[in-house]
């Protein structure tokens, strides 16, 4: 007797057949679910939008002084925390992913400890580390350098809180690049740097990109501990998420959910412009030489 030949799942039933569920009101409780949870994260963020564009308040907010100036504070802060994220915090995602010794455990708690962190409390620790009569804050100030309540005081508060995601992305990404291949191409010649460039970099590049896009995100969207390290002076240390709160609380409703849009708007086309991009390619470096 021959077994009689199943028909191939067409792309439309495949797309219905969900693992662990039959069909049937099973299929539909799920997908009813997971639609309900998706209006409960996106809703807000349309009826956001659509508020701040129909009521003109989106308009008017982009011609107002005090919100292009944070804008660009903002976009021009959180460019510089990125590079210093990358600068320091993809060598240590390489240790934490290549390397095993007494304490990492320690460190690898360390580096996540600002991600639970209430950002108020990261803002206060780093104002008891670098403020004027903090732990450094006293040698630096006595050497003329003072980092509370400056522009490079936001930039650090940004950074101390956005750096976590990326490394955290970058050493998954890094534990995730077959070792032999990288053997392989130090057989054949190449240096460290030249394996890490053209096979670790673009092997792992989804897990660095994606980090790189939530690093800028949590940055962009930093409010307490800017705020507790850095103050809210207009022009100086006024992001935009800052100029949302200072809004809100001045009784100005239009302007804080114009100032929110388009806080929005420049997270959305960030994450729109790297997937169009491709996410593993952003960080390919092979291409440089």
């Known amino acids: 007797m021959t077994r009689e030949a199943r028909p191939e799942p067409t792309r439309e039933t495949a797309a219905i057949r969900l693992p662990g569920v039959s069909g049937g009101w099973g299929t539909r409780s799920l997908v009813g679910v997971a639609g309900l949870f998706g209006l409960f994260l996106g809703l807000p963020v349309v009826v956001l939008v659509g508020r701040a564009v129909v009521d003109g308040s989106l ?4 011609g107002a002084q005090v919100v292009l100036s944070a804008l660009a504070l903002s976009l021009g802060t959180t460019a510089v925390s990125l590079v210093l994220t ?3 915090g993809l060598p240590l995602a ?3 992913a290549r390397r095993r010794f007494r304490g990492s455990g320690w460190v690898e708690a360390i580096v996540d400890l600002p991600i639970i962190l209430p950002p108020a409390v990261a803002g206060l620790a780093l104002l008891l580390l670098l403020g004027r009569r903090g732990l450094l804050g006293g040698p630096l100030d006595a050497l003329g350098i003072e980092i509370p309540f400056t522009t ?3 930039i650090l508060a940004q950074t101390f809180v956005s750096a976590p995601y990326f490394v955290r992305s970058a050493r998954t990404g890094i534990v995730g690049v077959d070792r032999d291949l990288e053997d392989a191409s130090r057989v054949d010649g190449a240096s460290e740097l030249q394996v890490f460039r053209h096979i670790t970099v673009p092997l792992a590049g989804t897990a660095l990109s994606a980090g790189l896009v939530m690093s800028w995100a949590r940055a ?3 409010f307490g501990a800017t705020i ?9 240390t006024q992001t935009l998420p800052l100029v949302v709160y200072g809004e809100f609380q001045g009784g100005d409703l239009d302007g804080s959910i114009a ?6 708007l420049a997270a959305l086309g960030v994450l729109i412009a790297v997937r169009a991009l491709h996410w593993g390619h952003v960080l390919d470096l092979r291409s440089l030489g």
């Open 228 to 236: 507790m390290f850095a103050g809210n002076l207009a022009g100086k």
């Open 152 to 154: 490079l005081a936001v």
């Open 220 to 222: 962009l969207g930093e």
């Open 259 to 264: 100032a929110a849009t388009i806080l929005v």
């Open 94 to 96: 390489l240790v934490l």
């Open 59 to 62: 308009a008017r907010a982009l």
């Open 86 to 88: 990358v600068a320091f």
